[in-house]
């Protein structure tokens, strides 16, 4: 499959239409396009990739791409189409929602935990510059939660959704660089992790050190030797 076509357009436009799709959904969605090559033996993933490479290329010049980021929650591959032209994130959002949205993020980002109560959340609104009722600051955050920005972390607690971390990424690392960690096992910007519990200067993706753990037995923090162990399931803080 090397040529756009409609079946290249649908995808463009399912990810169009949402904040983020999974690997799984995707595949699913490129099935009956790439039959030929998953009956030849081709593996999943690269047969998606090729495919995701087509759309890409149409993209491009729009100044739109599809990117992949694993989930700090599941370790579940996500997609999203984003713009790499420097745009305000959330752009589609009104100012103020983007204001609050922004706010909950660095206040999100500079946590421990990764995660903020919805309590919190809420408070911030105080923190905009015009005068925001509780009953509007409630709304704004159910919102940013249905449309995919925040995502329920348990025990009445909210974190940023993969794709928040994606489109805000560039803006959470100028605003707050102090914060800025990387995952020593995939790289990628650490929001929601496990801190080495004896030096703490080590976060992992949670997905990421389970992953290696079980393939490798064992993982030790690089920084003060001692043997890392990732919390037994999510849980807010
Ligand atoms: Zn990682
Ligand atoms: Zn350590």
């Not at 039959?35 to 149409?58: I, M, T």
């Not at 911030?124 to 509007?136: E, F, H, I, V, Y």
């Not at 709304?139 to 940023?160: N, P, Q, R, Y």
């Amino acid at each position: 499959m090397t040529t756009y076509c409609d079946d290249h357009r649908r995808v463009a436009q399912a990810l169009m239409s949402q904040p983020a799709l999974s690997e799984a959904k995707l595949l699913a969605l490129i099935r009956p396009a790439t039959a030929a090559q998953a009956e030849a033996g081709e593996h999943d993933r690269s047969r998606l990739k090729a495919f995701v490479d087509v759309v890409n290329e149409q993209l491009r010049p729009l100044g739109l791409e599809i990117t992949k980021r694993k989930s700090e929650s599941d370790g579940e591959r996500m997609y999203a189409l984003l713009s790499f032209v420097d745009v305000p994130p959330t752009r589609d959002k009104p100012e103020l929602q983007l204001l609050f949205m922004q706010a909950i993020a660095g206040e999100v980002f500079t946590s421990t935990d990764g995660c903020i109560s919805s309590t919190d959340a809420l408070h911030l609104a105080d923190g905009l510059p015009c005068k925001t009722t509780s009953t509007q600051a409630q709304s704004m955050l159910t919102k940013l939660i249905g449309d995919g920005w925040l995502e329920d972390a348990g025990f009445g607690h909210v974190c940023l959704s993969t794709r928040c971390i994606m489109e805000m990424e560039s803006y959470l690392k100028r605003h707050y660089p102090g914060y800025v960690l990387s995952c020593p096992l995939c790289n990628d910007l650490v929001v929601r992790g496990e801190p080495c519990a004896d030096c703490g200067n080590e976060r992992y993706h949670r997905p990421c050190l389970r992953e290696y753990i079980q393939k490798v037995g064992a993982k030790m923090c690089t920084q003060c030797g001692s043997q890392l162990t990732p919390a037994p399931a999510d849980r807010a803080g």
